[in-house]
């Protein structure tokens, strides 16, 4: 919703001043996306309101459900007619995350990665940033989920730090309790390794997490399937997380998809070592997180589980911090980097 347009709305038609917090607080709060529902609001408002304010940015074109109603994938169509995809789910009974997109498509092009190969459309607003919040609230209220919607990952479609104040803009919003109150150590980033984004986040919100698309510990497989590391490379990247380590002493994770005969042997095991020994404080606040590749283009294939759990036990004797993540959206395709417009 753009809320400067609903205070001057609210404004233009003489409401009192409590008006616009109550339409934000049940907007952001609860989801509530028909203002008939809103308590003590008058006809004539609701009539007022609706005719001027749309309360979100796009509509719903398809959503899609898996695994029991543990994860849904919506494809949402933005005013301009681009489209984004945006993902719900429960990783842990009881609580739910919203995997937001900041960009519709990618300009980085990693060649894993759906999103990257569907080439860039525009970055987002952050009005379009957290309708996705208030879109997933609606329907975990619509659809009676039980549990707690307390987390926020910006991990779907895009490179969150290559659209930075619209995206700062957004977590603004959503960590401020006016409007959707999430805990700032409730919100992830996720970045590719875009070496000025890493370091205004520690600036601008030194409590959000971190994590770090990692995936090649050496610079020439990097450079060839992460083009963004002929600009930022491996070196660049652990200076920037050595200081953003030394600034927030929070743990940073380090995403690893495993990439069949192509990331997933010991020697890359022990480059990935190499560069987390390399960074002061590394072995005590930074953790890898293994992904089983979620197969969106041909010419990559899943790294066999026997494998991951060697790579996975190699980390773990040299004490390095690793666990393996599940796929919770592979069977919708809304799975990380299964995300295309
Ligand atoms: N641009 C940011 C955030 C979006 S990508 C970034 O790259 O970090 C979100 C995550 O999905 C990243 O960790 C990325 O490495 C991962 N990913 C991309 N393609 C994938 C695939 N095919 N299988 C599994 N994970 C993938
Ligand atoms: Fe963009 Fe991230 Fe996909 Fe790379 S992995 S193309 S940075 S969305």
Known sequence: MNFHKLKSTLRDLQEPNFRY????????????????????????????????????????????SANNNLSFK???????GELIETVFLSPLPGAWSACVSSQAGCKLACKFCATGQSGFKRNLSSEEITDQVVFWKHFSREKKLNGNFSNIIFMGMGEPFMNWDEVKSAIKQLVDPEFFGFGSRHISVSTSGVVD?????????????????????????RSEYMPINRKFNLKKLQLAISSYLNKTNRKVFLEYVMLKGINDDLKQADNLIDFINTI????????????????????????????????????????????????????????CGQLAG
Request: a positive charge.
């Open 74 to 80: 919506a494809r949402l169509k933005l005013n301009d």
């Open 280 to 335: 002061e404080n590394g072995r005590k606040l930074l953790h890898v997180n293994l992904i089983r590749y979620n197969t969106t283009m041909v010419e990559f294939i899943p790294s066999d589980l026997g494998t991951v759990n060697k790579f996975k036990n190699h980390l773990l004797r040299k004490s390095i911090k690793t666990t393996i993540r599940k796929s919770l959206g592979d069977e919708i395709k809304g799975a």
């Open 197 to 221: 984004g890493i370091k205004k986040l520690a600036n601008d919100f030194p409590q959000v997490n971190l994590a770090i698309s990692l995936i090649f510990p050496e610079d020439s497989l």
């Open 21 to 64: 917090k109550q339409i934000v607080s049940a907007f952001c709060k609860k989801g509530v996306l028909d203002y008939s529902q809103i308590s003590n609001i008058s006809k004539k408002l609701v009539k007022d309101l609706k005719e001027r304010i749309k309360p979100l940015s796009f509509s719903a074109e398809k959503i899609y």
